[in-house]
Structure formats: C-alpha cells, structure tokens
T-cell receptor
Framework: EADIYQTPRYLVIGTGKKITLECSQT?????MYWYQQDPGMELHLIHY???????EKGDLSSESTVSRIRTEHFPLTLESARPSHTSQYLC?????????????????FGEGSRLTVL | KNQVEQSPQSLIILEGKNCTLQ??????????LRWYKQDTGRGPVSLTI?????NTKSNGRYTATLDADTKQSSLHITASQLSDSASYIC?????????????FGRGTQLTVWP
C-alpha cells in the first residue's frame, strides 16, 4: 500500500475561489507529480518536482501553481477557480534514479482529489 | 509522435472468464512498459513492468507480454473476478532523457459481471 495522501478527496466550490489541494508522502521520494485526469482520457502531467525547491510545469498548460518546501509535501493551488478546472487531480511520487536504464518509472499515486467548480 | 494506444476502450465479461487487453505504442527509444490498475475513485496501482528484454511476466492471474519488435503489449487476465472491474492503463517510459518521460494510454475499462 502506497503511503501518499491527498486531501480533500472531494471539493465543490464556486467560481473565483482560491483552493489548495494537499499531497503528502512518507516514502522519502524526491520526485513528485500532479496529474489531471478526465473521464476516458489519459493522465496529463501538469506539474512535477525533482526535490525541495524544484518545480516544473508539465505538458498540459495549467493555471495552477505548486510549491515544494519540504520533501514530503507538494501542494497545488488555484488562485481563482473556474468551471474549466473541474477535473480529477492525482498526486504521485517516485524514487529518484539517475540512470535511465534502471529507472523503473513506477509511480505511487494518491487516491485523488475530485474538484467541481460551479 | 510518441503515442500509446489501448484497445478495446471498454470490455464486459462474465465472472470466471478470461480476457486480453492490448497496448500498442510508438514511443522511441523505449525503456519500459508498465500496466496499472485503477479502481473507481482510486489512484492507479502498478501491476507489472516489462523491460526490453522481457517477453512475458506474470503476477498472479495477470500475465503481461511484450513484443518490442512490433511495439505491442498485452495484459491477459485469467479466471476473472468481480474485483477485476477497473480501468487498466498502459504506460510507456522512454529513455531519451536521464529521468525518463512517461506516455499514458487512455485505459481499457473492464467490467466483470456475476
């Protein structure tokens, strides 16, 4: 069982509100990720981090921001939510490897945060 | 363009029956391919990983195959159970960069009926 936790699991808010999705892991992984998942579609990477004070934007353009002040914590923030932000947000972590030949790439996912913006 | 295509999009089978899910990819250079199972309302969980040199790997009732020449993988589920109802996602990693980039399929939604 992966030790990665997301809160809240479900959130319904109004347009224009600021929200923060929390993600914490206790596995000591350096690499952490945020993915967006819509029904019937592939996971899209929106943010990732290689370690403390490291954050990068992913493939899918997102108006959200992230921070990585502690190894175990990788919160995602939306300053002003809109209905187009309605989606499932999945946080994940993986071990750090420097040799691609040994990079198993296994991701450990949280249970997700389902966001609905009215 | 690196892509991962899965088929069928959805599948319904009766409990106890076998089924096979397909994954075709164009990712190059190839590093590894992983199958994930995602239960409704949960995050994906890894079932198995296939590297370039592996053809077949089993994990209980799950058997994955890889043909690196044709860039195809399959996940075979034997004697299906109700708990197998889930989305099965194929994820391919490239080795074009040190840390590997992941390409996701859209998943196959499997429903097992009693």
């Amino acid at each position: 069982e992966a030790d990665i936790y997301q809160t809240p699991r479900y959130l319904v808010i109004g347009t224009g509100k600021k929200i923060t999705l929390e993600c914490s892991q206790t596995m000591g992984h350096d690499k952490m990720y945020w993915y967006q998942q819509d029904p019937g579609m592939e996971l899209h990477l929106i943010h990732y981090s290689y370690g403390v004070n490291s954050t990068e934007k992913g493939d899918l353009s997102s108006e959200s921001t992230v921070s990585r002040i502690r190894t175990e914590h990788f919160p995602l923030t939306l300053e002003s939510a809109r209905p187009s932000h309605t989606s499932q947000y999945l946080c994940a972590s993986s071990e750090s490897v420097t040799d691609y030949q040994t990079n198993t790439g296994e991701l450990f996912f949280g249970e997700g945060s389902r966001l609905t913006v009215l | 363009k690196n892509q991962v295509e899965q088929s069928p999009q959805s599948l319904i089978i009766l409990e106890g029956k076998n089924c096979t899910l397909q994954c075709n990819y164009t990712v190059s250079p190839f590093s590894n391919l992983r199958w994930y199972k995602q239960d409704t309302g949960r995050g994906p969980v890894s079932l198995t990983i296939m590297t370039f040199s592996e053809n077949t790997k089993s994990n209980g009732r799950y058997t994955a195959t890889l043909d690196a020449d044709t860039k195809q993988s399959s996940l075979h589920i034997t004697a299906s159970q109700l708990s197998d109802s889930a989305s099965y996602i194929c994820v391919v990693s490239d080795r074009g960069s040190t840390l590997g980039r992941l390409y996701f399929g859209r998943g196959t939604q499997l429903t097992v009926w009693p």
